[in-house]
């Protein structure tokens, strides 16, 4: 089979890149997926259900589960078994964003206060604890040794990332490869699980299965750099979360990583007090964002962005063109447009 070339929009295009296709091609499975969400999240326990749909109903992209449902378009299944498996990836995605806001005592998340906040750490930790539980029983119920391989690997992958991130934090040494790693495993896995069980499902050949995990890997490698950069480009309405959290929290995010490198002996030194956690006002985050401006990190951040951009919609070339290909094409270019 002779793979398709797949343009790339320039930048003389009218039209920016959107995310509609996507929400096009995928509305009909997501509201099964949904009705799934909702009927699992439930328990006798109400603490559970209120504290789950806290963050579940928080006007989140859903992008993950969309990714299952657009791969099932692309390669043309006809079933229904990936809906409750697109619920499993959100509730795992759901589960990792609890734990996250309470290992980084986060105050906002998707625009309002976060679940630790409202409810406090412990909670926050047990339900994300109940999520994982009910991902796993989704998937032992569709009853695919190869899926829950998929998603079983993935889930310890993104714990794994989450440790390296928290070893890497207030280390000015960490590298940009260490980074790319460190993204690749904390976001970019549960991308590729989440693409690749559709052509799982659909019981395609082998070729057709790594396309869809590398789309849906080097889309998340792309979304990470994109999120690292909009947390020192963007104001707080727009993210849904306090500008300079990263910043704060001594996070080696790759605007960071670039502009320390750039700098010279006293920029440096200001880095080291900032990222060692001794540099934390708004005068700070400021200079740090004229510093990272200064040395084009955000340009450059954005800029390795698209190339995994690229990398995602080339893998899916392989694929006939078709409506699902266009949408997931669309989906790339908009992740790295996006300012949110």
């Known amino acids: 089979m002779t793979a398709d070339i797949i343009p790339i929009r320039s930048n003389g ?3 920016p890149p959107t995310i509609e296709p996507m929400l096009q091609l995928t509305a009909s499975g997501m509201n099964a997926v949904n009705t799934v969400i909702l009927d699992r999240m439930q328990s006798e326990i109400p603490l559970i259900p209120r504290l789950a749909g806290h963050l579940i109903s928080g006007g989140g992209k859903r992008l993950r589960p969309m990714l299952t449902l657009a791969g099932a378009e692309l390669v043309g299944y006809q079933g229904s078994r990936h809906h409750k498996l697109a619920a499993a990836v959100e509730f795992i995605h759901t589960a990792t964003l609890l734990h ?4 980084d005592g986060s105050e906002m998340r ?6 630790n906040i409202i409810f406090g750490n412990p909670a926050t930790v047990l339900v994300g604890d109940f999520l994982f539980s009910r991902a796993f029983e989704l998937m032992t119920e569709d009853g695919s040794l190869r899926v829950l391989k998929i998603l079983s690997n993935a889930s310890a992958v993104i714990a794994e990332g989450e440790v390296a991130q928290l070893s890497a934090q207030r280390k000015l040494e960490t590298s940009e490869e260490r980074y790319l790693d460190i993204i690749g495993a904390k976001t970019a896995a549960l991308f590729a699980a989440a693409s690749r069980i559709s052509a799982v499902v659909a019981e395609c050949d082998d070729s057709h299965e790594r396309a869809l995990d590398d789309y849906g890997r080097n889309l998340g490698v792309a979304f990470q750099l994109v999120d690292d950069a909009i947390d020192y480009d963007s104001d707080a309405a727009e993210m849904g979360k306090d ?7 001594g996070k080696m995010t790759l605007p960071v990583i670039l502009a320390y490198a750039r700098g010279n002996e006293d920029e440096r030194a200001f880095w ?3 990222i060692g956690g001794h540099r934390a006002s708004d005068a700070d985050l400021a ?9 084009n990190a955000l340009e450059d951040t954005r800029t390795r962005a698209r190339h995994f951009a690229r990398r995602a919609i080339d893998a899916i ?13 669309e989906a790339a270019l908009f ?3 996006r300012g949110y």
């Open 287 to 295: 200079h740090a964002i004229t510093l990272i401006g200064r040395h």
């Open 335 to 337: 992740a790295v447009a």
């Open 243 to 249: 500008q300079g959290d990263d910043f704060r929290e």
């Open 110 to 115: 998707r625009g309002k206060a976060a679940a």
């Open 317 to 329: 070339s392989i694929f006939p063109d078709s409506k699902a290909r266009q949408a997931m094409a």
């Open 100 to 103: 996250d806001d309470v290992v």
């Open 272 to 274: 080291k007090d900032a």
């Open 13 to 15: 295009d009218d039209a």
